[in-house]
């Protein structure tokens, strides 16, 4: 029974690749969230592509902006964001981990650096840099805290589904099977469903961007005020959000204590998985 079910779900991540892949370029998005979204529907199959739908399709010609103010798509967009870009370090992570048969920790330590190495320097740090002036620097601190906390909510919710499917399907620990890559699918899904809540944090308190809107008339307009990164919001995003925006953020006081419940958070986490590490 299980091996048609993990049929049927590649059969219906394949659709949904296809379809998110020519739908998509339609979308006044970011090509920074676009990869996110295709990245996603790699990872999570339907679930993806209904989250693509449902939070940043754009219904009517010219609805965007106000379509993806919503707070909850906002936050879609943030969550979503931290899981294409974390889920392509900690999957490599767990493939070099079962490849070199390494120990639960050393596992585990592999797939938290890589997974946050990738989704802060790269996805997050990198690719989003434009938002705080083009410094690189600058958008390693600025986006140092958010990563941290959602990448530790992610694999709160990845490490423990892992661990504990993997032993119970045949071919789950081997990434030459496809089994493995259903539990990695099912625990992406979990972990995503666990950094919802502080993603939703994040962005209310100004940490982070959910959803953008880029179309091509702002992106020219940004670019011949590229020395102006902040005057407008066009080219930043839509519905008042900015990668770090305008808003009042917390104290320093209240960011430790949510990195330190994150915290507590993965531990107990990997408290739970414990209970299923050979």
Known sequence: MIEGIIATWFVLTALSLVFVVIDIP??????VLKWAFVILVIFTGPFGAFFYVLGCREPLAGTHEQYVSATWRQVLGSTMHCAAGDGVGIIAGAVIGAVL???????????????????????????MRDMVGGSYILSLKETFIPELVSMNLLMTGMVPT???????IEGGEDPTQPAFWFVVSMAMIVGFILAYPINWWLVVNNMKHGMLTVRPEASEHAAAESNSPHEGSDHDGAGGHDEHGGGERPGVVTIIVVTLLTFLALMAGLKLAGGFFG
Do not use: H, V
């Open 101 to 127: 048969q390494l120990s639960p920790w050393n596992d585990f330590a592999l797939e938290y650096a890589l997974g946050f190495g990738f989704g802060w320097t790269f996805f997050q740090a990198y690719a």
């Open 26 to 31: 339609k979308t006044p998005e970011s090509i």
């Open 162 to 168: 892992m661990k504990f499917l993997r032993p119970r």
